[in-house]
């Protein structure tokens, strides 16, 4: 038996992000302005009637108190229709239902550069690499083998560890511009605040066990049963030889997202959390969602479709950012876990002192035990609040072609093969 201490300290690492972040902290004001004018009954955002065969709308704010909205003729070169329209058109009403300044300011910066939203207006995505990457691991690891005698072998190694960093993935070889998207785990979420993306690595498992043995059946000629056996007999009974590999991993870390650009126009922020919950897998009665799910569904507006914004439903798990807001921290949430048996099982025919004839019968995920993965990776599953796959794990209709594939995506089903080999 041997236990051991790893750590690894990771200072200096490449880090890519995009320099060119479209932030919408000038406008939030406007924003409010203009999401209390919506709300406001047979309104439109500048405050201007909706429906002329209903009550006249009466405006939280008329169009000369927004700043956005003359910002928009001074700054942008806009003309009074045109500013009107944009802000006034179903699109920006649908970036006030879901809180998305940072769409919103996206739009802006698309229509007119006179606000300076971006720092160089010149480019539209600046990918930059730089050294703002730092990693820590720590990790015990434990290591028990029984040497293989009188026909036994047994090898164990579990590992109860941390790795900890602010954006798992080597940009320089993930793609062309670091790999980066505005949806994906690794990209920042607010390039100003890399603090924010300091969370348990996206490939972190917390326990790891990993068991393997090899048994040679005692049956058979010099064996503990039918030691004299001879002939058929011993052809039938001795020789045979049993293999077993066990893998257990605890779940991967992974964030929720809001599904909305709440505070920038580059990455969508991840959801508030005003309740928190464990990820774990359920079925959800009444669902269209094939497969089990780890979180119900979100709550949202009838009028709107939008989740519920923070403080409408306390009893609701996730919700809706504020305008300007980035949501709840980085991968604190984790999957299910993951665990697997493959069994072999041998049977040598001697043929004489240097022919054998070996029959092999292999069973990978031998117990067809379904493992899902995190809604992050899922085929049809999606991490984001707004999704109509919110939490969903599922699911591969094939079996992966290898076990490092087995391992990223959980999701094979058993696989049984046999095969002949002849020894000389």
């Known amino acids: ?78 003309s009074l229709n045109a500013t009107t329209n944009f802000l006034n058109s179903t699109t920006t009403i649908n970036n006030l239902d879901f809180n998305s300044a940072g769409n919103l300011a996206l739009r802006i910066e698309d229509n007119t550069l006179g606000l300076k939203l971006s720092p160089n207006q010149q480019f539209a995505v600046i990918t930059k690499l730089d050294k703002s990457g730092d990693s820590n691991y720590h990790a015990a690891q434990f290591t028990l083998r029984r040497r293989f005698s009188s026909g036994l072998g047994l090898s164990m190694a579990y590992t109860f560890g941390k790795s900890i960093d602010n954006q798992s993935v080597d940009p320089v070889g993930a793609s062309s511009g670091g790999g980066l998207s505005n949806t994906n785990s690794w990209t920042p979420t607010d390039i ?12 972190d498992r917390t326990h790891v066990l990993t068991a393997a043995t090899v048994w040679e059946l005692p049956f058979g000629r010099g064996q503990r049963f039918f030691k004299d056996s001879g002939g058929v007999v011993n052809q039938v009974v001795g020789g045979w030889t049993m293999n077993a590999i066990y893998t257990y991993q605890s779940g991967e870390p992974f964030a929720v997202r809001s599904g909305s650009f709440t505070a920038n126009g580059n990455h969508q922020s991840r959801a508030s959390v005003q309740n928190f919950v464990q990820a774990k897998l359920q079925e959800i009665p009444g669902s269209s ?93 999606s991490p984001a609040i707004t999704s109509t796959a919110f939490g969903s794990t599922c699911c591969a209709t094939v079996a992966p072609p290898s076990t490092q594939t087995v391992v990223q995506t959980g999701e094979a089903a058993r696989v049984i093969q046999f095969a002949f080999k002849f020894l000389f």
């Open 192 to 203: 100003r605040n890399f603090r924010d993306e300091r969370g348990r690595s996206d490939f």
């Open 289 to 381: 969602l094939v497969g089990p799910v780890v979180f119900k569904p979100v709550a949202t507006n009838p009028a709107t479709g939008a989740p519920l914004a923070c403080g409408v439903d306390p009893s609701q798990a996730f919700c809706m950012p504020a305008p300007g807001a980035n949501g709840a921290g980085r991968n604190i949430f984790t999957a299910p876990s993951y665990w697997n048996l493959d069994l072999g099982l041998i049977k040598t025919f001697p043929i004489n002192e240097q022919w054998k004839l070996q029959f092999r019968m292999e069973m990978f995920n031998a117990l067809n035990h379904p493992n899902f993965d995190n809604p992050r990776d899922a085929s049809t599953g």
């Open 1 to 78: 038996m041997q236990a051991s201490y790893i750590g690894r300290r990771g200072e200096r690492l490449f880090m890519a992000y995009d320099a060119n972040q479209i932030n919408s902290d000038s406008i939030i004001p406007s924003f409010l302005m203009l999401q209390a004018n919506n709300r406001a009954t047979n309104c439109l955002p500048t405050g201007a009637t909706k429906d002329t065969t209903k009550p006249a709308c009466v405006p939280v704010f008329t169009a000369s108190q927004i700043p956005l909205f003359n910002q928009l003729q001074t700054l942008g070169g806009l």
